[in-house]
């Protein structure tokens, strides 16, 4: 045990003038070394840059050698110290590197740069990211949305497809036939009609590059809530100017990189087109998704909030919706939404369902929040 310790301290403090361990590695451990040195090493610099050979074998190194967790910061990491934007410009290095939501973002920040060439490369990782993210968030979306909305619309004439089968069949246990195994549902009790919107969800997402991982999930959740016939979803994102992206729910990896990451931000021309397409307030939640710092006029976005919370729209502010909490925020834009009732936080994707419930529900956000442990933001 002793003798591992120290190796995990070689490998750490990486050898040389920093190292006083001593020890020896072996064959393996030294090319763990040098997968490590070649991005944590500041004197190596040099030697992984965009257009080294080098990379290409690096990134197959990295996934022998670590864990998927571990080589997803491995890759942001070189991203970030080495500039190793351009690698993503590769085919080659494109179909090696370990996909994950990160790298979606950034894919989203250069899709208007990425070679024709290695576009339907691009798309492929794109892809193969999103349906994990569905196969994980997608059923219990759908659930949590259509629960919460048809909940209090239960008849006892429903046609085939608007049966609730689970309450059907608690309602008809007394019914159950021995001999056939089966229950015979006397009763059977649906959520109603389904084919009409019962309510509507209007996404209004932040697209400058710190929000990056918050628009991937965010696309993956709009299309999914789409995809629900008794919700009405809409997509806007916006940087100094507003896109409505609701004719790409139906395909999220198009939607993703029909967005610009970067830029500056208006929310103010956000909340006013948001404004313009709201029909029914009192049956409309609201997702803002932005760290609040308002490039545009306050003034104006701090009126439109008001007039939207005061129609009786139910909105949210998110100030991220990603897995690594809150980013920096303006305090003070925080602290108008909280005075006007409109809750404040950062969420993350497993608890997003959750959180749309409550809204469409119109239950007290602010006490979900408390319950989940969420911590508000002022």
């Not at 894919?107 to 994980?136: E, F, G, Y």
Request: proline share 4%; glycine share 6%.
């Amino acid at each position: 045990m002793e003798e591992e310790q120290i190796r995990k301290w070689r490998l750490i403090l990486g050898g040389e003038q920093n190292d006083g361990t001593g020890f020896k590695l072996g064959k393996t451990d030294l090319q763990m070394d040098g997968a490590l040195s070649a991005l944590y090493d500041s004197d190596r610099r040099g030697g992984l840059g965009p257009s080294s050979p080098n990379v290409s074998r690096w990134l197959g190194d990295i996934r022998t050698f670590f864990p998927n967790t571990v080589v997803q910061v491995m890759q942001q990491d070189a991203l970030q110290r080495l500039n190793l934007t351009q690698m993503l410009f590769e085919k080659e290095m494109l179909e090696q590197v370990e996909a994950d939501v990160h790298l979606v973002a950034t894919l989203m920040t250069l899709s208007r740069v990425i070679p024709d060439k290695t576009k339907d490369t691009a798309r492929k990782v794109v892809r193969k990211v999103v349906d994990q993210l569905l196969a994980r968030l997608s059923q219990p979306m759908q659930q949590a949305v259509s629960g919460s909305i048809n909940r209090s619309l239960r008849n006892t004439r429903p046609r085939h497809n608007e049966i609730n089968w689970h309450v059907t069949i608690l309602k008809n246990l007394k019914h159950y036939q021995p001999d056939y195994k089966t229950i015979i549902p006397e009763t059977r009790i649906g959520y109603g009609r389904k084919r009409t919107s019962l309510k509507d969800v209007v996404l209004c997402i932040d697209q400058s590059g710190s929000m990056g991982t918050s628009v991937v999930y965010s696309g993956i959740f709009g299309s999914v809530m789409a995809s629900i016939p008794a919700v009405n979803t809409k997509m806007i994102v916006f940087d100094t100017k507003v896109a409505d992206l609701t004719e790409e729910l139906t395909d999220p990896v198009e939607l993703l990189f029909g967005v610009q990451l970067g830029g500056g931000t208006d929310i103010n021309a956000a909340l006013t087109y948001c404004q313009q397409i709201i029909t029914r307030p009192l049956d409309t939640v609201m997702v803002l998704i932005t760290d609040l710092f308002e490039g545009g006029n306050e003034l104006q976005m701090r009126k439109k909030a008001t007039e939207l919370a005061a129609a009786g729209v139910q909105v949210v502010v998110l100030l991220a919706l990603n897995d690594e909490g809150a980013p920096s925020y303006d305090h003070d834009n925080a602290q108008f939404f909280t005075n006007l009732g409109i809750p404040v936080f950062a969420c993350t994707p497993d608890l997003f369902p959750d959180l749309m419930t409550a809204a469409l529900s119109k239950q007290d956000l602010n006490a979900w929040a408390a319950k989940e442990d969420i911590v508000l933001k002022k």
